[in-house]
């Protein structure tokens, strides 16, 4: 269970980078 929650926190922090660098395009 720990696994899976350092793997959502992963994947919500790349989707926050993902979407800031999008944002100037």
């Known amino acids: 269970m720990f696994i899976l929650w350092q793997y959502l926190r992963l994947f919500i922090f790349f989707n926050m980078i993902n979407r ?4 100037p395009f």
């Open 20 to 23: 800031f660098f999008l944002l």
